[in-house]
């Protein structure tokens, strides 16, 4: 007893509200009008799926309610909307709330290839805006707009419980239960009750049970055995025609749709062998790919055949030019073999040195010669 006399008195001191009693009907309805006809918004309160509204919506309503424009009017203006909802408020139909914005750290249950498309979005967003030059105040403005606009807010206890007329969240509390939610448990509580009491069902109503529960489970083996048979088919004819003839009986039989979509079509036919359309696809994929890895290697050649060609152009012509400076002398060796053919004179070696020049001329390689051997081969064309 002298506890409960010590919060009391404490109590008093402080100032702490007192305990909150149960709500009118009154009460009740005009919160029933209020959730049906303020609008709210959907979000998490404590791990909990919540809809809140704001205080100032409220009272805008509430003003143009029956409440406030009937013969024996509630409140006519809007502290007394707003004194009124702080009584509701006390008898815990609703509470306060703050708003909280989540931070992008915050934001963990996002996939890393998001974030990476993100900051590739972003990057590209950064790089239009420096490219644009006298409407990036406005673009600025307009994006943080929207930003703001489209930022998640979390919702958190607020310490003071007063309603005020504000923008401030507001969570309901009061949940009343729709009406086909008692018809549904009334339907379920007598459905239990007459499936116990089968035993004094009449005759005629226990035989129609029982045939329709035959027929119930004979519709469930009969789909579990077109199940089998459809699977049993495909393979026969997938095997003896060597896989180019597909045939599938009841083919949305096991597929994701409704009761009678799952009877329609009655069989698929397709063909798959040389010829047919996915076999011309496949070897198209192929050609593709071989044009593609063709492409590839010829990219990879060019660059060597570019500089092997430009390695042998200049033997070419220096050979061309050294067989032209040469041009008398080799026309004329065959007619001092045939004049001198037993007398081994100088016009041999000269012959010899010919030879090989001409054969260092086809092998693309250059010779260093002394100018006495270029002027003692020039000999044999002053004396024919």
């Known amino acids: 007893?002298?506890?409960?006399?010590?919060?009391?008195?404490?109590?008093?001191?402080?100032?702490?509200?007192?305990?909150?009693?149960?709500?009118?009907?009154?009460?009740?309805?005009?919160?029933?009008?209020?959730?049906?006809?303020?609008?709210?918004?959907?979000?998490?309160?404590?791990?909990?799926?919540?809809?809140?509204?704001?205080?100032?919506?409220?009272?805008?309503?509430?003003?143009?309610?029956?409440?406030?424009?009937?013969?024996?009017?509630?409140?006519?203006?809007?502290?007394?909307?707003?004194?009124?909802?702080?009584?509701?408020?006390?008898?815990?139909?609703?509470?306060?709330?703050?708003?909280?914005?989540?931070?992008?750290?915050?934001?963990?249950?996002?996939?890393?290839?998001?974030?990476?498309?993100?900051?590739?979005?972003?990057?590209?967003?950064?790089?239009?805006?420096?490219?644009?030059?006298?409407?990036?105040?406005?673009?600025?403005?307009?994006?943080?707009?929207?930003?703001?606009?489209?930022?998640?807010?979390?919702?958190?206890?607020?310490?003071?419980?007063?309603?005020?007329?504000?923008?401030?969240?507001?969570?309901?509390?009061?949940?009343?239960?729709?009406?086909?939610?008692?018809?549904?448990?009334a339907l379920v509580v007598f459905g239990t009750i007459t499936v116990c009491m089968f035993p004094l069902w009449p005759a005629t109503v226990r035989k129609g049970v029982y045939y329709l529960s035959i027929a119930a489970a004979a519709f469930l083996v009969m789909i579990i055995a077109l199940a089998v048979l459809r699977v049993v088919v495909f393979c026969l004819v997938w095997i003896l025609t060597l896989s180019r003839h597909h045939l599938w009986l009841l083919p949305n039989l096991t597929e994701d749709v409704g009761f009678f979509a799952s009877f329609w079509p009655l069989y698929k036919y397709e063909y798959r062998g040389p010829g047919s359309e996915s076999d011309k696809a496949s070897k198209n994929k192929k050609k593709r790919k071989k044009d593609k890895q063709s492409d590839d290697e010829a990219d990879d050649k060019t660059p060597l055949l570019t500089e092997g060609t430009g390695d042998s152009v200049q033997p070419a012509d220096t050979t061309t030019d050294h067989v032209g400076d040469n041009n008398d002398v080799p026309s004329q060796q065959p007619e001092t073999k045939e004049e001198q053919p037993e007398v081994p004179t100088a016009d041999k070696l000269s012959e010899s040195e010919s030879e090989n020049s001409q054969r260092s001329s086809t092998d693309r390689d250059f010779e260093m010669v002394e100018p006495g051997d270029i002027e003692g081969g020039d000999t044999p064309n002053q004396n024919p």
């Open 1 to 185: 007893m002298a506890d409960k006399r010590k919060t009391k008195k404490r109590k008093e001191e402080f100032g702490e509200p007192a305990e909150s009693e149960k709500p009118t009907s009154e009460e009740y309805a005009v919160a029933k009008w209020l959730k049906a006809n303020v609008p709210t918004k959907k979000t998490k309160f404590l791990n909990h799926h919540v809809e809140y509204f704001t205080g100032t919506k409220a009272v805008d309503a509430l003003l143009t309610s029956k409440w406030a424009t009937g013969k024996n009017p509630i409140f006519t203006t809007r502290l007394e909307v707003t004194d009124y909802l702080h009584l509701m408020l006390l008898h815990k139909l609703f509470h306060r709330a703050k708003k909280v914005p989540v931070s992008e750290q915050e934001l963990k249950g996002k996939s890393k290839k998001k974030d990476a498309e993100k900051s590739k979005s972003g990057d590209e967003k950064d790089g239009e805006k420096s490219q644009a030059s006298a409407c990036e105040g406005k673009d600025t403005k307009e994006s943080k707009e929207k930003e703001k606009k489209k930022r998640k807010i979390r919702l958190e206890m607020h310490m003071e419980q007063v309603f005020l007329d504000t923008a401030d969240a507001y969570v309901w509390i009061y949940d009343p239960m729709p009406w086909y939610y008692w018809l549904c448990g």
